[in-house]
């Protein structure tokens, strides 16, 4: 694989993991703006700007886009995140300059008012249906418990409150502050013909006019409690408890992501033996996640109420007796070989190294090859799990649960 890359005068970044094995071409625009860049009365904005885009331009109507999204025969779509908002399509390489064409023009979109009124509702109603699942409940007020008054905190969705007072005069200032073209990275992956598709960006995207948008960044420090959010009408209990852990700028996050794998991968790891596989839980796992400025630690449990008191001191009781004594040598190696064949895997398949090429790049302006990855990966050793482990403490986290349940144990 090559990689390439080039910047716009106007500040827009192209990036591209050529591959010519490929027979498809992965590509997209990355925005570094999510609901991190909002503020409380616009919160949700940024997803609700992304259905927008969709909607039509000068150029399309709505009607329009989505025949030509037809046309391309591939597989498209967009995503918002709490940093990142992505537009994306996979395709036949000869469909490549149709594909930009198409994607550069819905950037500049329309934003009528019928449009606007119209996707509101949409975006309400999927409010209110991710409010009636529990996982993701907990999952978003989690953030903003653990982490109170950091960007982070926010919601990707908003609330009906901050989404239903939107008007198209406050998502189009939005738009004018985030969608500069010096805050955007056009990625592509797969068989690319990279000199052709920095014309095909230029022509269509150079004149854009470049404004600083700048993000507001800190590291912020976990709280510790338990909060619970009462549901008489679930049949499991779900808990989520969250400790500070390293943030994607971090070197150590490596470590930290092997970590995670040898005591709460889905499968073969010590919470699946101790708790899934036993029968003593629905689901078990311990993961990272992690941002440009932060990152934690998280172990989600879902089980039945009168269980909820006996696994999390399981887990508390795993995950002491891992930092105390540390990880064996051949759970290193089975979490390495987990880890190191989805990364080779990731390069079959243009899409997958579309995103991590462009999240990578966006957060760091640094390129990361299948190759390095792996590199880092052999590299590590259980030293430096041990240190991760006595860097970052699991004894007194933060704690969620939806459910049935009045109240906790003190040990959690």
């Not at 089980?303 to 540390?326: M, S, T």
Request: net charge negative; with cysteine; glycine share 6%.
């Amino acid at each position: 694989m090559i990689f390439k890359n080039a910047i716009l005068d106007n500040g827009l970044e192209i990036i591209a993991e050529i591959n010519d094995a490929a027979l498809s071409t992965a590509l997209g625009f990355f925005v570094r703006t999510g609901g991190r860049d909002e503020t409380d009365n616009i919160s949700g904005v940024s997803h609700f700007l992304e259905h927008m885009v969709f909607k039509g331009t000068d150029r399309r109507t709505a009607v329009d886009v989505n025949r030509e999204l037809d046309d391309l025969g591939g597989k498209s779509n967009a995503g918002t995140s709490e940093e990142t908002t992505a537009f994306y399509a996979k395709v036949l390489p000869e469909l490549q300059e149709r594909a930009i064409d198409l994607f550069s023009d819905i950037l500049r979109p329309s934003l009528r008012k019928e449009d606007f009124d119209m996707e509101k509702q949409v975006i309400l109603e999927e409010i209110k249906m991710y409010e009636d699942q529990p996982p993701f409940l907990i999952d978003e007020r989690s953030r903003e418990l653990f982490w109170p008054g950091h960007p982070l905190s926010r919601s990707v969705l908003g609330t009906r409150e901050s989404v239903g007072s939107l008007t198209p005069e406050l998502m189009r200032d939005y738009f004018e502050r985030r969608y500069s073209p010096n805050n955007i990275v056009f990625v592509a992956s797969g068989r690319v013909d990279f000199e052709q598709i920095v014309q095909w960006v230029d022509s269509r995207c150079g004149k854009w006019k470049s404004f600083d948008a700048p993000r507001e960044s800190w590291r912020p420090k976990g709280r510790s409690g338990v909060k619970l959010f009462k549901r008489d009408e679930t049949v499991l209990e779900y808990v989520l408890q969250l400790v500070d852990g390293p943030s994607n700028l971090d070197d150590d996050r490596y470590a930290a992501s092997l970590l995670s794998v040898v005591l709460g991968a889905s499968v073969g790891s010590r919470f699946f033996w101790e708790l899934v596989d036993s029968g003593r839980a629905e689901s078990a796992s311990f993961s990272l996640s992690g941002y440009s400025d932060a990152g934690y630690f998280e172990t989600a449990l879902a089980c039945e109420p009168e269980d909820v008191d006996e696994n999390l001191a399981l887990i508390h009781e795993i995950l002491l007796e891992a930092k105390k004594d540390g990880v064996k040598e051949e759970e290193l190696t089975r979490a390495k070989n987990k880890l190191s064949t989805a990364i080779a895997l990731s390069a079959e398949k243009p899409m997958t190294r579309l995103f991590a090429v462009g999240e990578e790049w966006l957060m760091k302006r640094r390129y990361c090859s299948v190759s390095d990855d792996l590199n880092i990966l052999r590299n590590l050793t259980l030293d430096d799990l041990s240190n991760v482990m006595k860097k970052y403490s699991f004894e007194n986290p933060f704690t969620v649960a939806v459910g049935k349940m009045d109240s906790l144990r003190d040990y959690v």
